[in-house]
């Protein structure tokens, strides 16, 4: 059985004219495996509501969660990890299986501790977090406006697309790669 991805809330970012971010929220998806329950990113605070009635309606609790992983420390990325208080909160690294085709991709530059959740299903599944933050740093190739390392940050780029069909980006809809378009929110 391939693990299966829900996007249980798309990120979103609101810039001023000037490029400053006015807001920022961060993509929470649900990997389910069959055995296993994984929430990538929790949102931030204040979103707690719509990560709730998501989740139910995939007919699960904050208590039925497994893991729980962080692209990055940020909080808007970690806000809601008291959400799920049963779930073991993971550092994983370079290389580790979470589950049967679910692995972890160093993906640096936005933030030093940045990590992608690579989900082998039926497509490649690639959780970017802020290592590819919208749809359009995608089709204009740039990398996060806001990093520390803007080589490693177009390298980690780069790794992304080279084996994902599907980005779930930290602060936009998924989408394909192939498509170069919008995509759903189940794979």
Known sequence: MFPRVYLLKPGSIL?????????????????????????VDTGLMGEEKIILERLAESGLHPEDIDSVINTH??????????????????????????????KIMDTPGHSTD????????????????????????????????????????????SRILKIADVVIPGH???FSVRDKAYAGLQY
């Open 73 to 102: 420390a940020h909080q808007d990325h970690t806000g809601n990890n008291f959400l799920f208080s049963r779930a073991k909160v993971l550092s994983p690294e370079e290389g580790d299986l979470i589950a049967i085709g679910v």
């Open 172 to 174: 936009d809809r998924p």
């Open 114 to 157: 940045s990590i992608s959740v690579v989900v082998e299903s039926q497509n490649v599944v690639v959780l970017a977090g802020d290592a590819l933050p919208t749809f359009s740093n995608y089709v204009k190739g740039v990398p996060p406006a806001h990093h520390v390392d803007r080589v490693m940050a177009c390298r980690s780029m």
């Open 15 to 39: 810039k001023d004219d000037s490029g400053a971010i006015l807001d920022a929220r961060s993509s929470v998806t649900l990997i389910s495996t069959g055995t296993r329950r994984i929430i």
